[in-house]
């Protein structure tokens, strides 16, 4: 039975499989959204946009304010969240260790003044309201799906005494 082979069903079923499926769904919506962010039309004002600032004026789906800058950190946490998917472990740290991310995000650009060079991402404030939900929503993930957490080898003879 040892050397049959895993199927993906099997797979899922493992502690931790849900875990680590909403961790490549959630990475597959960031490169999307990353590449959508570079496609003309879905991104309006698209000849607006720039490397990073305020200045730039293009907007994903004409709500987003977006950059090049942005769209590569979108880019980034899709790329990272699928290497990390892996366990369930280093799952859960990306949902919740991103998820706190975006809740610092959230706080910067409600913080910053929209017109100013501290707002190099570049935000508006339907991104802040956007990475707020996506912090609540990937800490809780992170937080309430299941997944083995890794006992520390021997752990168990121990609690037996």
């Known amino acids: 039975m040892a050397d049959e082979p895993v199927t993906p069903d099997a797979r899922e079923s493992r502690p931790g499989g849900a875990l680590r499926t909403v961790v490549r769904l959630v990475s597959v919506v960031f490169l999307l959204v990353g590449i959508l962010g570079f496609v003309p039309g879905v991104t309006t004002d698209y000849d607006t946009m720039t490397f990073a600032g305020h ?4 907007e994903l789906f004409g709500i987003f304010q977006v950059s090049v800058l942005h769209n590569l950190v979108h880019l980034l946490y899709g790329i990272v969240g699928l290497l990390m998917s892996g366990t369930a ?7 919740v260790g991103g998820g706190v991310v975006y809740l610092l995000l959230w706080l910067y650009g409600l913080l910053i003044d929209k017109e ?46």
């Open 116 to 161: 100013s060079g501290a707002n190099f991402v570049p935000l508006n404030s339907a991104d802040d309201w956007l990475h707020l939900a996506l912090g609540v929503g990937m800490v809780l993930l992170g937080l309430v799906l299941p997944g083995r957490t890794p006992r520390t080898r021997g752990a168990h003879r121990a609690a037996r005494g």
């Open 55 to 58: 200045e730039s004026r293009a």
């Open 89 to 95: 472990g280093r799952a859960r740290a990306y949902l």
